[in-house]
């Protein structure tokens, strides 16, 4: 079976290496860099200076201790002194080093933290637009493994990096001050390598780039996956899904392999110019040892030196290898922060006072795509306390109306006004908080009944959600399952059939008590007897209330007081059940189809 999946959002990011964004990623310490500020100076003070002098120790030791020279004796007196010295600041580079372990694998991890909330954050804030073009799974892999492949930069490698440099700088100025034509010569090598990793940057950035498309497209199949496994198994194709998921996976691990190898091509470089710059240091030492421009003992600490050098330069190299697979995480978590809402909130938005429920549109015209309208011209009129049903054919716009009174979308012409307040100019906490929406697709979350109820007001006391639970008929099925409201359920209610998920919902939508409730598609998946007595119900829960009813099943709007038909986007006709069924026309045609249907 041939299969193609297009992700509008994972492509490579064209872009050159952008060190302003470094700067935006590692912003997130800017709370704790007092945090940062004294784990620096603690190893600065304690680790590095202890392992400065160390070396210079041991040049005294074997200079003035063990080989004074001129014919001397050895200073035992001086040698244990010097050893005794050593030994403390090994100590202390130790402590150094534990206290510097523990508190930047903190740090690191409330940036994470922090950077995970501002992303989870802004993505509630985006507009249904956004979703409607990105699958679950790609989303899912930028706030999971996108943030979690900057955990250990920003665990470890920040600090580590402000101190290797400082590191770097202090044998830098010791090897000049100790030798420094020997100093030059072995740091000579040093721009030789900068060169080389310089070229390998581009490559390894945009490699672990496609490595992160692919991980995200493997996520979005399998999140696709679990949820359509009911038809996929119906249909027998667990063999093509299985196979299809293994090419997605071959390409992931030769797309990982391929950014793995540039990646590992850091360390033989810094291995080669390493071993190059010692070759030097031996060469060169030995020459100048041998002209008596040096003792054994500078040569010994030059070598110690030197190989602490390189140990900085190394954990660089490292860090700079890990920062480039940062670079290409942090741009698909900035591609998301940086996202704009398409129903964007007015910097001097008001707070919607409490409505009595007047609806408007005035001129209302939008569609989904610029060259498809879904609702042309619409002008409607609703007053306090209708109760209104949208009807049409499937496509006709029953659903975008509801949309942009609730706005998930923002209309291209005209504006819906609730109260006579345009709903672009309110906060949109404000506007939904007083809008209630019962789906078709109801969506139960993992928990107890109890809270998925009182998910419509969390302030809720337990007895509100159980008249709430009793005003829609769910109680009884309620109190009947093992453990009543408290019974858990698993993401999406699996365990409780489509009617019971819809009375939930119902009922967690009449508990946040709106003053207008949109029901969509509401009582579809509802049997018939159960609907019948839900309606008595409904009736008396939308008193006072201004509801609209979207519905394909024509029965579950005959009491509305005004229907309207719409028919790819236009208003065609307007009354109630009585006016239209008198007259030829769109809605007179629906029911005697539906009848026609039933009655076959």
């Known amino acids: 079976m041939s299969r193609k999946f297009v992700y509008q959002d994972d492509e490579l990011i064209e872009k050159p290496f952008n060190w302003k964004q470094v700067g935006r990623l590692f912003s997130f310490f800017r709370p704790y860099r007092a945090g940062v500020a004294k784990v620096v100076f603690v190893m600065t003070v304690f680790g590095m200076l202890s392992r400065l002098a160390i070396p210079f120790l041991m040049s005294k030791a074997i200079d003035g201790a063990i080989s004074p020279g001129d014919g001397q004796k050895g200073d035992f007196t001086l040698l244990a002194a010097l050893v005794a010295a050593m030994l403390v600041l090994y100590g202390l580079r130790w402590w150094a080093q534990h206290y510097t372990i523990a508190h930047t694998n903190l740090i690191g991890q409330k940036v994470v933290f922090d950077l995970r909330t501002a992303l989870f954050k802004h993505i509630q804030s985006l507009s249904f637009r956004f979703f409607d073009k990105r699958p679950a799974g790609s989303v899912l892999v930028r706030v999971t493994n996108d943030v979690n492949s900057l955990q250990d930069m920003f665990s470890n490698g920040v600090v ?8 770097l700088i202090g044998i830098s100025i010791i090897l000049l001050v100790l030798e420094p034509k020997l ?20 490559r390894i950035r945009f490699a672990w780039q496609v490595v992160r498309i692919k991980q995200s497209r493997i996520n979005s199949h399998l999140n696709e996956s679990i949820q359509g496994m009911r038809v996929t198994q119906s249909f027998v194709q667990e063999k093509e899904n299985k196979q299809f998921f293994e090419s997605m996976n071959h390409g992931n691990i030769r797309s990982w392999n391929t950014a793995s190898a540039l990646n590992q091509l850091f360390g033989p470089v810094i291995e080669v110019t390493s071993a190059v710059g010692t070759l030097i240091l031996l060469a060169y030492g030995t020459y100048l040892i041998q002209s008596d421009a040096m003792t054994v003992g500078v040569l010994v600490a030059f070598i110690t030196y030197v190989g602490s050098f390189w140990e900085p330069i190394n954990r660089l190299g490292m860090m700079y290898s890990q920062l480039l697979i940062a670079m290409s995480s942090s741009e698909r978590i900035f591609e998301y922060l940086d996202e704009k809402s398409a129903v964007p909130e007015k910097p001097d938005a008001i707070a919607m006072p409490p409505i009595r429920g007047a609806v408007r549109f005035e001129g209302v015209t939008f569609g989904y795509e610029t060259d498809r309208p879904a609702l042309k011209g619409i002008d409607l009129d609703i007053q306090p306390g209708m ?3 949208l009807v049409g054919h499937t496509g006709s716009g029953k659903s975008t109306i509801v949309n942009l009174l609730c706005r998930f979308y923002d ?7 609730l109260d006579g307040i345009d709903v672009r100019d309110v906060t949109i906490e404000s506007l939904r908080s007083q809008v209630g929406i019962v789906l078709q697709d109801t969506f139960i979350f993992s928990g107890t009944i109890r809270d998925n109820i009182r998910y419509g007001r969390p302030s809720a006391s337990d007895a509100e959600v159980e008249a709430a639970a009793r005003s ?7 109190t009947h399952l093992p453990d009543g409201y408290d019974t858990q359920v698993e993401e999406r209610g699996s365990a409780l059939s489509v009617g019971q998920r819809q009375l939930i919902s119902f009922a967690r939508a009449l508990l946040a008590n709106p003053r207008v409730l949109i029901l969509d598609e509401a009582t579809a998946s509802i049997d018939t007897e159960t609907e019948m ?9 939308l008193e006072g209330r201004t509801s609209f009813i979207v519905a394909h099943r024509l029965s579950t709007i005959r009491h509305a007081d005004r229907i309207v038909v719409l028919d790819h ?8 059940h009585e006016e239209l069924m008198q007259r030829p026309g769109h809605y007179r045609n629906l029911v005697d189809a539906q009848y026609r249907v039933l009655s076959a």
């Open 569 to 576: 986007g236009v208003i065609v006709e307007q009354g109630n």
């Open 472 to 478: 829609v008929l769910a109680h009884d099925f309620i």
């Open 533 to 541: 007595r839900i309606q008595e119900a409904l009736g008396t829960l």
């Open 183 to 202: 100093g030059l010569a072995v740091m000579i090598t040093v721009p030789l390598m900068f060169i080389v990793s310089t070229s390998l940057r581009k």
């Open 411 to 417: 209309t291209v012409e005209g504006k819906v006004l």
């Open 160 to 167: 580590n990096t402000v101190i290797d440099i400082l590191q």
């Open 387 to 389: 109760s209104v049903a």
